[in-house]
């Protein structure tokens, strides 16, 4: 980690702004790489000496963060900056102390969760202690860079009762996230030890058990498996929380806000209704950056190359990139089929509720089911499960990308369904009015 960040500060030091990002994200790639083949190429896993790739994946992710702010704080035009990346942006190249204090802060430093370059600068400063309310309910946090002069001096809404300029207590959503981390230790110890996820491609198992009870098994076991990465994120979370880090701003009705830097949200992520709903929900820092470093900046195949770089960056077991591909594949077809599909159930509230459960269930088996390599790893063990899964999944969504190609008219959007209701109800109210001018009429001339 030392050696990995010396050598990037080194080229973030001597290198043109204008390929900063480049020379750093592949000098940091590369050192991972090299972590990531020694381990691969260990015969026996469990004599591995020491694990090293989890903290230096968060190295390379901190590293890259920097390089890329400072190609976009210092080289890029300002005003052609999307939103993420003019926040994130980094307008003068950081001291030693700056970068290895961020390189080395010690609530992200094994685990994470971690903050982006410019949040931790606000939070070390004290800054964010001053971030204005969030008064457009938006996902995108604020930082110093969005501030605007006066913003310190301003007040919350008159009915709120609190103000921001002094630091908000953490107590509560610290005490929350580690009565959660308590109630998934529980589980992780007394639940999970009963559905191995190596199960799903032992072959005695198998031959033991049914298609139908296999796919339940898998989506229980991956469930099992994510028990150990919410315990991980939530402490971590707690922690930076406890030490003020993770501070968001306040709500227009002057709550705080605590998930600056928050990876995961357990419930939210179990309740998936689509594929970007979970990964949205999943390890979230890190999806951010991905999103950051290559899905904003990558001009075609922007799925396809994102997930790449996801499975470049876990490491070189088969099974991530079963995982991955197989992923990117099937985002791109539930797109197609959301967007053909989609609009028949919004009709009423009825059918938009059975489109929802319907595709709580379908997520959570395709979850499960592009779940089990990363967790068997290697190529065998993930062909072994999806042979006798018989790539049921794989086939399904081959047979809907080709339905919605060529079979599925492409429906109305909502916008034009409004539309076409408001002239209906208006031609209606035209073709009424004659009509009862001419009743009156008649009535007026029987009474006289």
Known sequence: MFLLSGLCYVAILVSPTSIIHIVTFILSMAYLTNIHLQRVLETELDKYPVDVSGPLMLTTLKVTIVAFGLHDGLHRNQETLIESHKRHSVRRKPTFLEFFSYMFYFQGVVAGPPAFYCDYQDFVKGENIHLPVNTQQREMEINSNERKEGDINMELNPNSKKTHRLPPSPLKPVCVKLCETLFWILLHVFVAPSFPALNN?????????????????????????????????????????????????????????????????????????????????????????????????????RTLFTFVLSALWHGFFLGYYFTFISAAFFITVSRMVRAKIRPYFLQSNSWKMFYDFLTFLLTYIAISYVGVPFNVLSYENSMTFYNNMYWYLHIASVIMMLVCTFLLPTPPRQSEVKVTEAQQRSEVKVTEAPQQSEVKVTEKIKSN
């Open 201 to 301: 491609s032992d072959l005695t198992f198998i031959a033991a058990h049914s298609l139908p009870y296999r796919v339940v098994y898998a989506a229980i076991s991956m469930t099992c498996c994510k028990i150990k990465y919410y315990v991980i994120w939530l402490l971590g979370d707690a922690i930076s929380n406890a030490s003020g880090l993770g501070f968001n701003g306040f709500t227009p009705s002057g709550e705080a806000r605590w998930d600056l830097i928050t990876s995961i949200k357990p419930l939210q992520l179990e309740m998936s209704t689509s594929a970007k709903v979970f990964i949205d929900n999943w390890n979230a820092q890190a999806v951010k950056w991905f999103r950051y470093v290559c899905y904003t900046r990558i001009p075609f195949q």
